[in-house]
């Protein structure tokens, strides 16, 4: 056999020979196995994904809105308690609005935010249909205040956010709590 041959030959057995995967040469793609496997896969992330794209947007929306009532409930009690000055967080139920005052004015270097950057109004449709306080005073209209003092407690409340009669969150202020509780519905007995 002429060398030549023999180079082809040996090009040839190379280029079929398997790999290191016990594939053959590049030629090869995948095998049915790892396309099973990858589909599998696809389907079991589209089966906790899609559930995620169908919920309850409004849902989400009051969920939100209590989070950011509890974060704002954290901040003033700190900013209260560094600041040693009162922080009140003002809520108006039929306006369906919220603020943050306080009794001295802040520092340049505190994180806390400022009064006209903490009002806010909340979305068409949720609304805070009623702010229970310990002494069980309820309160369906107005304004409601919860204070916060400079030796790190609180007024303690509940503050119930509804989107329609079924659904509603439960915010609970705890008086000596860094932080407010956030219920999916209010318990017979909060106090």
């Known amino acids: 056999m002429p060398v030549a041959d023999r ?7 190379r280029q079929r020979a398997p790999g290191p995967a016990g594939r053959a ?15 599998l896969l696809l389907t079991i992330l589209l089966g906790f994904a899609i ?20 974060h704002a409930v954290k901040k003033l009690k700190i900013a209260a308690l560094r600041r040693q000055t009162v922080h009140e967080l003002h809520m108006n139920l039929d306006q369906n609005r919220f603020w943050v005052t306080q009794t001295e004015a802040a520092t340049a270097d505190d994180d806390a935010p400022a009064p006209q950057q903490a009002e806010r109004t909340l979305p068409d449709d949720i609304r805070i ?26 007024v303690r409340g509940v503050i119930r956010l509804t989107v329609d009669a079924d659904s509603s969150t439960v ?16 318990g017979a007995t909060v106090f």
């Open 171 to 186: 915010l609970v202020v705890e008086a000596f709590l860094p932080m407010a509780l956030i219920a999916e519905e209010e």
């Open 7 to 13: 180079r082809q030959a040996r090009e040839l057995l």
């Open 51 to 70: 559930p995620a794209f169908q919920a309850d947007p409004a849902g989400g929306s009051r969920d939100r809105v209590a989070r950011e009532l509890a």
């Open 129 to 154: 249909t009623h702010v229970r306080f310990a002494d069980n005073r309820e309160v369906r209209s107005g304004t409601v205040v919860f204070a916060f003092y400079a030796q790190g407690y609180s």
């Open 25 to 39: 040469g590049p030629a090869a793609g995948f095998t049915l196995l790892e396309l099973i496997v990858v589909i």
